[in-house]
């Protein structure tokens, strides 16, 4: 079962505005028992439940900031095949480029919301050496000055899964949150609401075909839920797989008015060796 854990740092008036408005999001993604029991988490603390075999943990409306780049992205791995990959979508320019990391026999990476590419090849590097995922955020976050403003998430070959959400969120949208659940992990910033991340975590759980299949189908899914709410710029995919040097299977829209739509299509017309049959 995925556990629902609500951060509770919040004031209290935006923390009313926050009850309300997670209850409106389970209420489609749920129902109206699995609202009522959040809405008892958020006031009394403790575990709520929902789709089955992830973990969610959200924040809420924040104030606007300069420097923030609106992005939801998933991570995954395919311990059957040896496939590890990344997809991503965002406000800011080529973000396909920027954010998501993945290396043969090792895992994926993505750093986002005062992203910092410089930890990308980093933090491959120390899950290579044998580092457990959450391991490798503590490890980049120790000495970091701006650690209360990232979002990160990394996962191993073998399922591990870690997230990080920005303790000092300053978005200017309402919701920001991550997932994690079997071989995947999917986290967003500047949403439009919990219905993006809800809508990744189904759409990968439920998806037939390869791990770039999955992958694209969680895009999408968080694309169709409302994304970032102030529009999708730039959206890529990134896989690796043994044997391969570097990425097995790289696309990215640097710059489009409807960047996740534009990527899916350029991903059904390709002929690829990742993409299921």
């Given at each position: ?6 951060l509770?740092?919040?004031?209290r ?6 009850r309300?408005?997670?209850?409106r ?21 403790g ?6 075999s992830?973990r969610?943990?959200?924040?809420a ?10 992005t ?24 396909g ?11 994926a990476?993505?750093t986002q919301?005062?992203?910092n590419?410089k ?11 044998g ?6 955020l ?14 990160l998430?990394?996962?191993?070959m ?9 303790a000092n ?16 992990a ?15 975590a189904?759409?990968?759980e ?6 770039a299949?999955?992958l ?8 169709q ?6 529009g999708?710029l ?13 990425c097995?299977?790289?696309?990215y ?5 409807d ?14 060796e990742?993409k299921?049959?």
């Open positions: 079962m995925r556990r629902v854990t609500i509770r740092h919040l004031p008036t935006r923390m009313e505005r926050t309300k408005h997670v209850v999001c389970l209420l489609l993604a749920g129902g109206l028992c699995l609202a009522v029991f959040v809405l008892m988490t958020i006031i009394c603390g575990d709520g439940r929902s789709l089955p992830a969610l943990s959200a924040g409306e924040a104030h606007p900031a300069e420097g923030v780049s609106g939801f992205s998933i991570v995954a791995v395919d311990p059957n095949t040896g496939v590890c990959g990344a997809a991503v979508a965002s406000k800011y320019p080529a973000v480029k920027v954010v998501p990391y993945v290396r043969a026999g090792v895992g990476f993505c919301h005062w992203h590419p930890w990308g090849e980093h933090a491959l590097d120390l899950l290579a050496k580092h457990l995922p959450e391991q490798v503590a490890e980049l976050l120790r000495d970091d000055p701006q650690r209360d403003k990232r979002q998430a990394i996962i191993d073998s399922g591990r899964a870690a997230n990080r959400n920005p969120a300053d978005p200017s949208g309402v919701w920001w949150g991550a997932a994690s659940g079997r071989y995947y999917c986290q967003g910033n500047t949403l439009v609401g919990c219905d993006v991340v809800f809508a990744m189904r759409a990968y439920q998806t037939q075909g390869s791990l299949d999955r694209m189908a969680a895009l999408v899914a968080g694309d839920a409302g994304g970032d709410h102030r999708r730039a959206a890529g995919i990134r896989v690796a797989r043994k044997g391969v040097e570097g097995w299977l790289e696309l829209v640097d710059k489009s008015d960047a996740v739509t534009e990527l899916a299509q350029k991903y059904a017309a390709l002929e690829h990742a299921g049959p």
